[in-house]
């Protein structure tokens, strides 16, 4: 179990931090919470206003390929794939190799990427549709933070249920190291249910029986 930023060749979007998110009133917060039109392809204020594939995920795939020395004829699980487009990455630069997705989104499964038709599912994260022991290796980015903490639990019980190889996975949550970037946080929060130091996202890896690598998605000013 590592901490290891998967993440760092993805440009970062540049948001204006200085204010309380203006968006972030209790009727739009439903909204996202629902993922699904209005969240990828609304306006901004509910979620990413327009989530459109422009190969941004193409070194990060890269990186994922390297760092876990997939080969082509392994099976790969991105869970929380929205529209799929880490899933295309991976065989993009990985040909031969197995990728899947899930969501819970039926808009992003049914607006996904035409190299991916089929190999997304609509499900919950806590509930994967897969025997045991299904996938070589399995990421999850941005997702299991929209849990409570029971459910980011059984989520991360179920990668591991679902893997072959314990230690190839990885997940990326919402976190913050000092109490100024929580205070940001929770100006900006949409969908999170469940964030904190690493601290006690590492005590839930432990309780998880997680092994695999992590990293963390900080809000900085
Ligand atoms: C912030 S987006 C991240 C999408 C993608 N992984 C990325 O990094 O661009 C969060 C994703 O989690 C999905 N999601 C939310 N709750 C989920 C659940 N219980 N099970 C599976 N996916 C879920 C949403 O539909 C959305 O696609």
Same mark, same amino acid.
């Given at each position: ?10 440009? #970062? ?10 968006? #972030?009133? *209790? ?10 039109? *209005? ?65 819970? @989104? ?33 990421? @999850? ?30 997940? +990326? ?6 109490? *100024? +970037? ?40």
């Amino acid at each position: 179990m590592a901490e290891v930023n998967l993440l760092a060749r993805l440009p #970062q979007t540049k948001r204006n931090l200085q204010q309380r998110h203006e968006g #972030q009133t *209790a009727e739009n917060i439903a909204t996202a919470c629902e993922f699904g039109q *209005a969240y990828f392809d609304g306006p901004r204020e509910v979620g990413y206003g327009g989530y459109r594939y422009d190969g941004r995920w193409i070194p990060i795939a890269e990186d994922i390929v390297r760092h876990f020395g997939l080969q082509a004829g392994q099976r790969v699980l991105d869970v929380g794939c929205a529209k799929g487009f880490l899933v295309k990455d991976l065989m993009k630069v990985c040909p031969g190799l197995d990728v899947y997705g899930l969501d819970i @989104s039926e808009y992003a499964i049914t607006h996904c990427e035409g190299e991916v038709v089929g190999r997304l599912h609509v499900g919950s994260a806590d509930r994967l549709p897969f025997p045991d022991g299904t996938f070589d290796a399995l990421i @999850s980015i941005n997702t299991l933070h929209n849990f409570e903490r029971a459910g980011a639990l059984r989520a991360l019980r179920e990668l591991v249920r679902v893997s072959q190889a314990r230690r190839k996975m990885f997940v +990326q949550v919402d976190a913050y190291h000092t109490p *100024a +970037q929580r205070e940001l946080f929770m100006n900006w929060v949409l969908t999170a249910k469940y964030h904190d130091y690493p601290k006690g996202w590492i005590q839930l890896f432990k309780e998880a029986g997680y092994e695999g690598d992590y990293y963390w998605t900080v809000l900085e000013q």
